[in-house]
T-cell receptor
Framework: GAVVSQHPSWVICKSGTSVKIECRSL??????MFWYRQFPKQSLMLMAT?????????EQGVEKDKFLINHASLTLSTLTVTSAHPEDSSFYIC?????????????FGPGTRLTVT | GENVEQHPSTLSVQEGDSAVIKCTYS??????FPWYKQELGKGPQLIID?????GEKKDQRIAVTLNKTAKHFSLHITETQPEDSAVYFC?????????FGTGTSLTVIP
């Protein structure tokens, strides 16, 4: 099946610094990628949707200047958390749909655990 | 927008028994209904899905049923095993957007 990877799997950073998370589709072209945030024992909260070569569409309440999303190629999307604060600590998950897949399906990455100290 | 409700939030069953998780949704335009299994510290994995033109789908011990009129769909796991213990999420899709339920933590007791 379609494989999506994320890097890093976990990261610890200090308050005020920025951290970049990569999401890659390994065996298909991801025309659309989604970024989710998940708090402990809660559901996935969609942060933004990005289409290759276009600006990301952010959900209401998500600060686009804080969570920078770049979908520059059909296999890579990045999420940069700028000026991170402890409240940004969370589990970030990407997913992708795209060419060669059913229109209906999305495949998730393994997630990135971000801890801001 | 779509509102997806999922019940129960926690479920414990004895190994070998069946487990049923139910979801309701509000938007009749939703046309795809996947179920995901998420293990601790990992991303969700698709385990079964159903499209709006089908009422039931089965894959070995897992089945999903859909009632479009009543706007609800259910996940059925038979002959549960300890490795089925995880959090399960239902979801709906309308257009390019997915909407997730709140999750069910399933524990299978050996």
């Amino acid at each position: 099946g379609a494989v999506v990877s994320q890097h890093p799997s976990w990261v610890i950073c200090k308050s005020g610094t920025s951290v970049k998370i990569e999401c890659r589709s390994l065996d298909f072209q991801a025309t659309t990628m989604f970024w989710y945030r998940q708090f402990p024992k809660q559901s996935l909260m969609l942060m933004a949707t990005s289409n290759e070569g276009s600006k990301a569409t952010y959900e209401q309440g998500v600060e686009k200047d804080k969570f920078l999303i770049n979908h520059a190629s059909l296999t890579l999307s990045t999420l940069t958390v700028t000026s991170a604060h402890p409240e940004d600590s969370s589990f970030y998950i990407c997913s992708a749909t795209g060419a060669g897949l059913s229109f209906y399906e999305q495949y998730f990455g393994p997630g990135t655990r971000l801890t801001v100290t | 927008g779509e509102n997806v409700e999922q019940h129960p939030s926690t479920l414990s069953v004895q190994e070998g028994d069946s487990a049923v998780i139910k979801c309701t949704y509000s938007d009749s335009a939703s046309n795809y209904f996947p179920w995901y299994k998420q293990e601790l510290g990992k991303g969700p994995q698709l385990i079964i899905d159903i499209r709006s033109n089908v009422g039931e789908k089965k894959d070995q011990r897992i089945a999903v049923t859909l009632n479009k009129t009543a706007k609800h769909f259910s996940l059925h796991i038979t002959e549960t095993q300890p490795e089925d213990s995880a959090v399960y999420f239902c979801a709906t899709k309308r257009g390019n957007q997915f909407y997730f339920g709140t999750g069910t933590s399933l524990t299978v007791i050996p």
